[in-house]
């Protein structure tokens, strides 16, 4: 294994003694204990993992389950701000920084470049070829379309023509199949192959 001091998810594997998880999330990338799991499905086990690791260095009690309700109810866009807030001050009085922590949540982009840069690791399956070569095309189109977007609205703020707090920004294109209704995002309809037609 290689090392890359860039790499965000190197370093939190280090900052928060998560070293078995690198082989965990390679294995699942790859298949090779079961169904093969999505870039976007590992970043969100990773992120639990973060999430858990916080609660248990804080001393948090908390039963099965529940870390991973608490990641929902700081990362879902569907939760309300009541439920997320709620979640924030229990997570806040336990002593966790909750701002510090979600910050560290990485994206897919950031597992698929610990994976294949760091860990050396590689999916190969010929007919994936072209849909991976693509998918790298829809990934960079929606990097800049994040920095043209972050830069603005900074650009604004800093001018004074906008107000806003600490944010974050989602930049997703869904895909809606209108025989079936089935909805996903490019990256889960690439993953999938199909939608739910097939």
């Known amino acids: 294994m290689s090392s890359d001091t860039r790499s965000k998810v190197a370093r939190l594997i280090d900052a928060y003694e998560l070293a078995p998880i690198g082989d965990e999330l390679e294995t699942a990338w790859l298949g090779e204990a079961g169904e093969r799991q999505s870039l976007r499905d590992l970043a969100d086990r990773f992120n639990r993992a973060l999430l858990l690791s916080g609660i248990r260095d804080a001393g948090m009690d908390v039963v099965d389950g529940e870390a991973r309700n608490y990641y929902r109810l700081l990362t879902d866009e569907d939760v309300s701000a009541g439920p997320r807030v709620e979640a924030e001050n229990r997570l806040d009085a ?12 990485v ?20 007919e994936r070829d072209g849909v991976d070569r693509e998918r790298s095309v829809i990934d960079r189109l929606q990097g800049r379309v994040e920095r043209v977007v972050r830069d603005t ?28 209704g089935g909805q996903y995002t490019v990256d889960e309809l690439l993953d999938r192959g199909h939608c739910d037609c097939d």
């Open 153 to 180: 609205v900074d650009r604004l703020a800093k001018a004074g023509r906008l107000t806003v707090g600490d944010y974050r920004l989602f930049v997703s294109v869904d895909v809606r199949c209108e025989d079936c």
């Open 94 to 105: 336990a002593g966790i920084d909750v701002d510090a922590l979600v910050e560290n949540f």
């Open 107 to 126: 994206t897919y982009q950031a597992i698929r470049h610990y994976l294949t840069e760091v860990r050396g690791a590689s999916y190969e399956r010929e």
